[in-house]
């Protein structure tokens, strides 16, 4: 704890320090002084240090510290490697480590449109509704609209805060980060009281890629902190899903480049589970296609269909010149539409029948 | 000629034979009927064609006939092998063979939204104002969208109809096409008077992927035409572009399906440029993005600047406690700070200048 007041999140030496010393010994380190592999940085907070104010802080809001080793540790966090957190603080109900791969991070603009902000919460509710744990970073706009769709769908959502969880951030989505903390999980790797500041912004986007199987992006500016997450998830070898919008909409000018690098495009919750199963399991059905009259006829039979009139009918022989087939075959066709109810002979010929609206047989 | 009224586009048995024996011989085979390898299917049509009637038709509308060996002919056809076309109809001033590589499909669904159509013709002008010829189906929607964006530009725009090219489909669109035959091309596989029917209209498709160097869709139901133009396209190894739009909209639904299939997603004219470009050359510039106070800066330099107050000065201590850094190096990052005019220090310590609205050095 005292470890995770020094250090800043993602501060590589003094992680490798802590691997080698244990991150006790690395503390007392800090505090001697005397080891030269000690960094001047984390020397400069030892004077307001206090972990019984930490704690203390963290009893108000019914918190808890989790650490490596600890059940509820998401073991997926080691892929961080030498950037992995040393403790996280945590609030509300749900172990951390239970979702493991069907978790799902819904990220995006603050400044959304709110067509991004409908689909963030369409898909918020979708995947929390499947069971998958949505996780977000409580920012107004994409991520709060992803945590609100849970709520609403009564899943699980996760909040991971660049501050203290006893300090929520934005101010506006307080009563929002306090709902998740009453039925899913709010962390931070930050100790209580701390600001969110553009480094821990950073820091708090590489732990939201670490701890989900996939990053959707609903929208997102041409460079932002969303693109940064992406690029944390593809990087850990994590999947990552963009929402397309308007070309003519500057909020998803930063999923249709993550589009044309690689990012799989997301239309529908099914898509977005797609994501976070394994092979086979969880494929997205092919969504319904409009059906037309001539579904499932051969080429020559839509050939014939097509020749033969609307209206005033024709002989067999014409239709086989309109079409550009052999008589014999035409004959067996028109048969064949006959059985269908596509076409009709009276006396005169063949015409089409009227049909009754289509319906997939 | 005569074969062309005879045989049906993409006809591959018919393209076999007349290659086996020369399309002169082969429509003389076809009207001997005695050559075994003759079908029924080319021989229905023999009574109702007659060369002379297409000729005359074709000079009333100013059309010629450009067949495989002239100088017109596009080279490109050559990849549709057994489904080649073995003659063109077409109207206009522009020379068909010229445009090469540089030539771009763009397509989509009749059933356009506004959106579509704004896409589409500003796609169509800015092809064209790149002197890129812009290849479509002169349907409503999309792909009279795109045509009227090159006339616009005045630029080359060439019109694929399923139909005769004296018989302008859809009615319509008459005056656009003839437009098109005023100033670029109008183009049929048909011979004149003919009407165009399904079958006519999917070969139709084949020619325009196979003409173009690449296939943009714009906006595409899930089941459409334009599909099969954009497989066609794949198939032959021609670029396939898709243009994003609303998940909430069903006229981009095939789009998106092209997308999650590898299609590559254009928003911009300079993407749908660079599907046709040789490697290195008109390569899509990457669009300007916003600019921030803290760009250029270190990782470093970013947490210093965050770390000072944006109204009551702190001592410089304060500031790497804050930041989490040797207070040593925040000294020197802070002195570069203020040569960059992003902070100040006064008796009292750091604090940040009030920018001036932020602009690229």
């Keep these: 704890m005292l470890w995770s007041r020094l250090v800043e999140p993602g501060d590589r030496a ?7 010393l244990g991150v006790e010994a690395a503390a007392r380190a800090v505090m001697d ?17 206090d972990v019984r104010v930490d704690l203390r802080r963290l009893e108000r809001v019914d918190g808890r510290v989790v ?11 080691d892929d961080l490697d030498d950037r ?45 509704d499947r069971g998958i744990t949505v996780v977000s970073g409580a920012a107004y706009g994409i991520d709060a609209a992803a945590h609100r769709g849970a709520l609403a769908a009564a899943g699980t959502t996760v909040a991971i805060l660049a501050c203290g969880v006893d300090r929520p951030y934005p101010r506006g989505n307080h009563r929002l980060i306090e709902q998740i903390a009453g039925s899913g999980n709010v962390v931070s790797e930050s100790p209580p009281g701390c600001a969110p500041t553009r480094w821990r912004f950073v820091q708090r986007n590489r732990l939201i890629a670490a701890l989900t199987g996939a990053t ?44 044309r690098n690689g ?41 014939v269909l097509d020749a033969v009139p609307l209206r005033r009918p024709a002989p067999a022989g014409t239709v086989a010149r309109t079409a550009g087939l052999d008589p014999v075959q035409v004959a067996s066709t028109l048969a064949l539409l006959e059985i269908r109810g596509l076409v009709r002979a009276d006396a005169a010929g063949w015409v089409r029948s009227r049909p009754a609206p289509a319906r997939r047989a």
């Excluded at 957190?85 to 449109?113: E, M, N």
């Excluded at 529908?268 to 086979?280: F, H, K």
């Design 33 to 49: 002084g005397e080891d030269p592999r000690v960094e001047q940085r984390w020397r400069v907070r030892l004077a307001g240090a």
């Design 14 to 20: 003094a992680c490798r320090f802590a691997h080698a």
């Design 84 to 128: 992995a957190p040393f403790c996280l603080w945590v609030r509300g109900p749900v172990d951390l480590g239970r979702s493991g791969r069907r978790t799902v991070a819904v990220v995006g603009a603050r400044a959304a449109s709110p067509y991004g902000e409908q689909v963030a919460s369409g898909l918020g509710f979708g995947l929390a």
């Design 216 to 259: 959707v992006v609903v929208e997102a500016a041409l460079r932002s902190g969303t693109s940064i997450t992406a690029r944390e998830a593809a990087d850990l070898g994590r999947e990552v899903g963009a929402v397309p919008g308007p070309v003519t909409s500057p909020s998803s000018a930063g999923c249709h480049e993550l589009l």
């Design 67 to 77: 650490i490596p080793g600890d059940d509820e540790w998401p073991a997926v966090l």
């Design 263 to 303: 990012a799989v495009c997301i239309t529908r919750t099914e898509e977005a589970v797609e994501l976070v199963s394994g092979i086979g399991e969880g494929l997205a059905q092919r969504p319904p296609t409009p059906v037309a009259e001539h579904d499932g006829l051969s080429p020559d039979g839509v050939r």
